[in-house]
């Protein structure tokens, strides 16, 4: 079959090759893959950045959004059958650890993640647990069964707190941001802010929910912030991109009692005030990793049944599996906002 694969220690050195068609064991399944979703993940596995430099270990088979289609099952696989369309979460936990036997799969003590701990979905085939699959209905396309983890990323941190009726800062625009934009709106938020730089970005926050786009970059962010929430700041604010200077606005923008969730991973050590931005606050953060299983995967089955469209203007590219380093590229370039891939 044919793999896209991070075939060395160093930026870009993502090949397309032939690889064996891997066998399941007895509780997993065979899948044909038909789309794949790029994430930034998988961008900071191109740039080879100083996060994959200490996780990846190549050569590996990158990739973890995917939908496709059941080829084959293990003996011990009774739920599924050949020809189901699945897709699938990525982090495969071991039912053991404490985290597991409370019901919080999602933060799995000795968790394995597909692309990049293990091979992963950019390749024609690949094997997963059966316990791991999600069914896909009719009402799903492969495009957008494609989108469905990073989709659950946004899911989540949105669910993690109220918004209906509450203003919300959104920092970062990137694919799971402005998903996360459009399911704010859905939710009913009363005005939604959201930061981000990148033009082609920021024009896609406006199609799909956001009131007001601020360029982060520019002069006076904090007070245009504080302006656009009447001088109150926001209720809730959603940090999507790990970039120091958003997190910092975060904390300093956010209301007495409000509340913040973090998704984005930083690269860096971030200082915060406790005494001023958080205690004397009253505000509650939460710490927001991957996708609650499967709590998420039902709350985005059913978004993409009622909503599915607002979604469609985050994947600006589809592109033959071949085309991976020209994907890269276009996002490298700002370019770009959600690829998929069609394997």
């Known amino acids: 079959m044919k793999a896209a694969i991070k075939e060395i220690r160093a930026p870009k050195s993502i090949i397309i090759t032939e690889k064996k068609i891997p066998t399941p064991n007895d509780d997993e399944v065979l899948i044909k893959i038909k789309k794949a979703g790029i994430c930034g993940t998988d961008f900071h596995i191109y740039k080879w950045d100083n996060w994959a430099q200490h996780r990846i270990v190549p050569p590996l088979t990158i990739g973890h959004e995917f939908g496709g289609v059941i080829e084959k099952l293990g003996k011990n696989v009774t739920k599924y059958k050949v020809g189901d369309r699945v897709s699938a979460e990525g982090h495969i936990v071991c039912h053991n650890c404490k985290s597991c036997n409370l019901g919080n799969y999602h933060i799995c003590d000795n968790v394995k993640i597909i692309g990049v701990d293990i091979d992963g979905c950019f390749a024609e085939y690949m094997v997963m647990p059966a316990s791991n699959l999600w069914l896909l209905g009719n009402h799903i396309s492969d495009r957008h069964a494609a989108i469905m983890d990073p989709l659950g990323n946004a899911m989540h941190t949105v669910m993690a707190q109220p918004v209906k009726d509450r203003n919300v800062l959104i920092t970062g625009a990137g694919s799971i941001g402005l998903f996360a934009t459009a399911i704010t709106r859905s939710l009913g938020a009363n005005r939604i802010v959201v930061s ?88 509650t953060i939460r710490g927001i990793n991957g996708r609650r299983m499967f709590e998420t995967w039902h709350q985005v089955d059913e978004y993409i049944k009622n909503h599915g469209n607002s979604i469609e203007p985050v994947i600006t590219h589809e592109m033959p599996l071949s085309n991976i380093n020209e994907a890269f590229d276009l996002m490298a370039n700002n370019a770009a906002i959600k690829v998929v891939l069609s394997i």
Not at 250 to 271: C, H, P, R, T, W
Request: net charge negative.
């Open 196 to 283: 981000e730089p990148n033009s082609l970005k920021a024009e896609v926050a406006k199609k799909i929910g956001a009131d007001e786009v601020i360029n982060p970059l520019e002069a006076n962010t904090y007070q245009k912030v504080m302006s656009l929430f009447d001088s109150h700041g926001p209720d809730v604010v959603l940090e999507m991109s790990g970039v120091s200077s958003a997190i910092e606005l975060a904390f300093n923008a956010i209301s007495k009692g409000g509340d913040v969730s973090l998704l984005g991973l930083s690269d860096q050590q971030i200082s915060l005030d406790l005494n001023n931005q958080v205690i004397f606050k009253g505000i």
